[in-house]
């Protein structure tokens, strides 16, 4: 079983940046997957993609509308993946998931074992 616990959200001003981190560990095992990524949930929202990474060779991919702000990256030999986050909007606003994945998807199906969320609030 994969346990994934997010940290670093918070309140930050428009234009600013913040980076999260997804810790993971696996009872009784060596943590591993093919995929991680992140996530966002805002209110009366569903839940969006919005960067993923292979675990293993570091490839990366993002959704649109981050794509150039946010950057993703792992450290394997702290089983910790990151969401560095610059020039932050009011609509970045949500609370952000990392979640593991064994396929290159960008739908929250596509994801398995999941966080418990941090929230980041934006104002303007």
């Known amino acids: 079983q994969v346990q994934l616990v997010e940290s670093g959200g918070g309140l930050v001003q428009a234009g600013g940046s913040l980076r999260l981190s997804c810790t993971a560990s696996?009872?009784?095992?060596?943590?591993?997957?093919?995929?991680m990524g992140w996530f966002r949930q805002a209110p009366g929202k569903e839940r969006e993609f919005v960067a993923a990474i292979t675990w293993i060779g570091g490839s990366s991919y993002y959704a649109a509308s981050v794509k150039g702000r946010f950057t993703i990256s792992r450290d394997n030999a702290k089983n910790t993946l990151y969401l560095q986050m610059s020039s932050l909007k009011p609509e970045d606003t949500a609370v952000y998931y990392c979640?593991?994945?064994?396929?290159?998807?960008?739908?929250?199906?596509?994801?398995?074992?999941w966080g418990q969320g941090t929230q980041v609030t934006v104002s303007s």
């Open positions: 979640a593991t994945s064994r396929s290159r998807g960008q739908y929250a199906k596509d994801f398995a074992s």
């Open positions: 696996a009872s009784g095992r060596t943590f591993s997957t093919y995929i």
